[in-house]
């Protein structure tokens, strides 16, 4: 038989090329005579290969390990064609590669199955027992002739055995190598490093990932290197080696570092030892690299520590930095400043131009502190805009100093993006030992002198007095106290007459609240109107107002008086609620009072802390029929451009300026400026705390349009009020 394309596949992977077979068959001394001697045999014996088949078969299944390979009637089957055909091939005569192939692919067949080489070497010798007696017969009558042809048959069978056996060799090789390469595979994809050293401390080989991890070149570049010259990690590296060597005791988590240009890295390394088939002693190093855990484990910490937008100390780390400062202090004796600092209107930063302008804004602030402190300072960010100093070794004038410098270095100007930013700060200083001993007292000292600060018109400092102590205690307890007074009908509207000054008609009334305590006693809304805006009372606080107010009027006006303006004093944290058009809204409706009746009033210094938000808010209740009127003006810094765009029924005048008017030049001045800018604009005008016969001719003959004050009647109860105006009754 001639070769087949794709023929000889096995022959090529285990190198029995033509000339392997010829050297066997020489060997075997298989010649063309044997051939002819098996072709001759085998026209006699054809007729016999199924019988020797089944008679192979019912030996086979004599053995009980065999039995699971044969499977079941089907199978048994097709195994005794197969073995049928095996019998006609082995005298066929034909011996070429394609029987070479065939028989090869046999043996691999067999060798998959699980039959060993017993069996096979066994089925063998049952091939020559079954054929002895069948050419005994055959040749009986020619010796010569039978031994020649059981020779042929014998080096047949031979040449068979070899070529299975082979296979099996093959497959037994092929398992190693793929055991080889799969170990080699593992370790090729181990995440850890690996580096097999010798016992001269020497690297017979690395994988991959070490050389990853090490920043190495080819492995083959690295065998017979010192591991120690290869890796270059601080510590001895060398000294852990060689005790593992020596001592044979597994070196576990042995922690290394590696320090360059380009930075540092950590790693965590196992050494063990193993010995060879040949008693060789070898070390196996394993490394991890756990550079980004301990890069994580330093931010956990940092992040523990520091403020994350800013990168200043947060509260925990100042806490540490003031303890030991004030430890210090204590032992020199030395004084110790604490400044709280807190940016003032920070929040319509972030309000009207977002977060992250904020955020830069608050970044820009944060580095002018560093750059205007000590090394041995330490500036901490606490809160949104809240900023703690701590100053060793300093005293009150040295605080002085310092808090003078940070008012202008804060307020000069930022470029944020495409914004010009201008903001300023209220500082707060407590000193030790004078003010406290410890952190939470300076802090709270800072905290309460800041606060001072602001009340005092912001963009200043305040040191801490005992006085403020008195004054936050006062303040805490208001606190309190408010939160329960509407629940416990505390509070009360009081309402003085506003008057025409064009007839003295009675046109309106201003709602003033009032709060009478029965442990406090008459309580003045200068002093609790603040608390509640601090602590976010304001809200409730007025609506409850807003809405007394509106029911008042409606029933006075029910009750026959004639229809009049209500005014209502908004506060700052009012104005800028989001749903104060909404509320206002639904207040008129739930009375049924038209909306033209109600006059809200807001001062001069909240209209201009956010002057675009005001001009929303004011237009939004404009076109819902609200009035709205500017109060305390002339003592704010309204820009006349703005007053031009805020939709303002009204102007307040200041009676700060109207107490003067019959003496003082400038104040005259003053009130006669803005009565006529205000006509000019076509806005109204009422002048307030009028009380003498002489300021009230001045303002009507300037042209004010309204006025209000004692003089012609103080703040009044809803009933005297309503009497007042009925003219029942003479205040």
């Known amino acids: 038989m001639n070769d087949q394309p794709g023929s000889g596949i096995l022959q090529k992977e285990m190198g029995i090329d033509s000339a392997e077979v010829a050297v066997r068959k020489a060997f075997l001394e298989f010649t063309g005579t044997d051939v002819a001697l098996l072709k001759e045999l085998h026209e006699r014996v054809e007729g016999n290969r199924d019988a020797f088949s089944e008679v192979f078969y019912n030996h086979l299944q004599r053995f009980p390990e065999i039995v699971p390979l044969i499977g079941d009637a089907e199978k048994l089957e097709r195994l005794k064609r197969t073995q049928s055909a095996y019998f006609g091939q082995l005298t066929e005569g034909e011996y070429g590669q394609d029987y070479v192939e065939h028989r090869l692919r046999v043996g691999m067949v067999h060798q998959r199955v699980g039959l060993s080489p017993k069996w096979y070497i066994g089925a063998y010798r049952k091939y020559l027992g079954e054929f002895m007696p069948i050419i005994f017969h055959l040749l009986a009558g020619d010796a010569t002739k039978y031994f020649a042809t059981y020779n042929a048959l014998l080096k047949i069978i031979f040449f068979d055995m070899e070529l299975a056996l082979d296979t099996y060799f093959h497959a037994e090789r092929q398992a190693i190598v793929r055991a080889e390469r799969y170990a080699e595979q593992i370790i090729a994809d181990m995440p850890a490093g690996l580096v097999v050293v010798d016992s001269l401390l020497n690297v017979r080989s690395a994988n991959q990932a070490l050389l990853d991890m090490f920043d190495l070149g080819a492995a083959e570049a690295c065998v017979g290197l010192s591991v120690s010259d290869l890796l270059r990690v601080n510590g001895d590296l060398t000294g852990e080696l060689q005790q593992v060597l020596e001592h044979g005791e597994t070196r576990a988590g042995l922690a290394l570092e590696q320090h360059d240009v380009q930075g540092s890295r950590y790693y965590l390394?196992?050494?063990?030892?193993?010995?060879?088939?040949?008693?060789?002693?070898?070390?196996?190093?394993?490394?991890?690299?756990?550079?980004?855990?301990?890069?994580?484990?330093?931010?956990?910490?940092?992040?523990?520590?520091?403020?994350?937008?800013?990168?200043?100390?947060?509260?925990?780390?100042?806490?540490?930095?003031?303890?030991?400062?004030?430890?210090?202090?204590?032992?020199?004796?030395?004084?110790?400043?604490?400044?709280?600092?807190?940016?003032?209107?920070?929040?319509?930063?972030?309000?009207?131009?977002?977060?992250?302008?904020?955020?830069?804004?608050?970044?820009?602030?944060?580095?002018?502190?560093?750059?205007?402190?000590?090394?041995?300072?330490?500036?901490?960010?606490?809160?949104?805009?809240?900023?703690?100093?701590?100053?060793?070794?300093?005293?009150?004038?040295?605080?002085?100093?310092?808090?003078?410098?940070?008012?202008?270095?804060?307020?000069?100007?930022?470029?944020?993006?495409?914004?010009?930013?201008?903001?300023?700060?209220?500082?707060?200083?407590?000193?030790?030992?004078?003010?406290?001993?410890?952190?939470?007292?300076?802090?709270?000292?800072?905290?309460?002198?800041?606060?001072?600060?602001?009340?005092?018109?912001?963009?200043?400092?305040?040191?801490?007095?005992?006085?403020?102590?008195?004054?936050?205690?006062?303040?805490?307890?208001?606190?309190?106290?408010?939160?329960?007074?509407?629940?416990?009908?505390?509070?009360?509207?009081?309402?003085?007459?506003?008057?025409?000054?064009?007839d003295g008609h009675i046109i309106g009334a201003e709602a003033l609240l009032r709060w009478q305590h029965p442990e406090l006693g008459a309580v003045s809304p200068a002093e609790f109107i603040p608390v509640a805006e601090a602590s976010g009372q304001i809200v409730q606080i007025g609506e409850w107002v807003l809405r007394s107010a509106v029911h008042q009027l409606k029933r006075w006006m029910d009750g026959g008086l004639e229809p009049m303006i209500i005014a209502v004093n908004l506060s700052a944290v009012q104005f800028r609620h989001a749903n104060l058009p909404e509320l206002v809204t639904a207040l008129l409706d739930e009375v049924k009072l038209p909306p033209q009746y109600l006059e809200l009033e807001l001062t001069e210094g909240v209209a201009m802390g956010d002057p675009i938000g005001a001009i929303t808010v004011m237009n939004n209740l404009h076109e819902r029929g609200i009035r709205m009127s500017i109060d305390d003006f002339g003592t704010g810094y309204s820009s006349l451009s703005y007053l031009k765009k805020f939709k303002v029924y009204k102007l307040k005048i200041d009676q700060s300026f109207v107490s003067n008017i019959a003496e003082d030049p400038e104040d005259k001045a003053i009130v006669s400026a803005v009565i006529s800018m205000a006509g000019s604009l076509g806005i109204q005008t009422i002048a307030e705390g009028v009380e003498t016969a002489g300021q009230l001719a001045f303002l009507r003959n300037q042209g004010c349009n309204e006025a209000q004050g004692y003089y012609f009647s103080k703040p009044l109860p809803a009933d005297q009020f309503e009497a007042f105006v009925r003219g029942k009754i003479k205040v």
């Open 269 to 502: 390394a196992n050494i063990s030892r193993a010995q060879t088939e040949d008693g060789q002693m070898l070390l196996l190093f394993m490394a991890q690299d756990i550079t980004a855990y301990k890069q994580a484990e330093a931010r956990i910490q940092w992040l523990a520590h520091f403020d994350v937008l800013t990168g200043l100390p947060n509260r925990a780390l100042l806490a540490d930095r003031i303890k030991f400062a004030l430890s210090m202090s204590q032992r020199s004796h030395a004084q110790l400043a604490v400044m709280f600092l807190d940016l003032d209107h920070f929040k319509n930063i972030n309000d009207t131009l977002g977060h992250h302008i904020g955020d830069e804004l608050l970044k820009e602030v944060a580095k002018r502190l560093q750059s205007a402190v000590r090394e041995q300072d330490t500036v901490s960010r606490q809160g949104e805009d809240e900023f703690i100093l701590v100053l060793p070794d300093t005293d009150i004038d040295g605080a002085a100093r310092l808090a003078e410098k940070l008012l202008g270095l804060i307020a000069q100007r930022y470029q944020i993006e495409q914004h010009e930013l201008v903001i300023t700060p209220s500082i707060g200083i407590a000193m030790y030992p004078g003010d406290g001993e410890d952190f939470e007292a300076l802090f709270k000292c800072s905290d309460i002198a800041m606060f001072r600060a602001k009340d005092a018109g912001r963009n200043n400092y305040r040191f801490f007095t005992q006085e403020m102590q008195t004054h936050s205690v006062r303040a805490l307890q208001l606190e309190n106290a408010l939160r329960r007074a509407l629940e416990r009908d505390q509070l009360r509207l009081y309402y003085q007459p506003q008057v025409s000054l064009r």
